[in-house]
Nanobody
């Protein structure tokens, strides 16, 4: 499966963005999908994950209440809605797919989110 992340951009603090992770190839519904991010000079950080059917989600504690993951298997797309963005959310955001959470075999190329203060 090939993953294409999109939706990043330059926004101001307090703004919202919705990232998309579009899949091509094998049916997307067989994969759990996760979002990760990597800020300049920092290690990769887990953001959120969603189960194959979309009925189970889990997000990092420091982003709960602001970030929401969802999916539309009919469109082979997973979304990350990000609200109340902060400068510390600046990073390249990646989506990944695998049979279950923590077993991600496929990675997208990343989309850059820059939040100005």
């Amino acid at each position: 499966v090939q993953l294409q992340a999109s939706g990043g951009g330059l926004v101001q603090a307090g703004d919202s963005l919705r990232l998309s992770c579009a899949a091509s190839g094998r049916s997307f519904s067989v994969y759990a999908v996760g979002w990760f991010r990597q800020a300049p000079g920092k290690e990769q950080e887990f953001v959120a994950t969603i189960s194959r059917s979309g009925d189970s989600t889990y997000g990092a504690d420091n982003m709960k209440g602001r970030f929401t993951i969802s999916r539309d298997n009919a469109r082979n797309t997973v979304y990350l809605q990000m609200n109340d963005l902060k400068p510390e959310d600046t990073a390249v955001y990646y989506c990944a797919a695998g049979p279950v959470h923590r077993q991600y075999n496929y990675w997208g190329q990343g989309t850059l989110v820059t939040v100005s203060s």
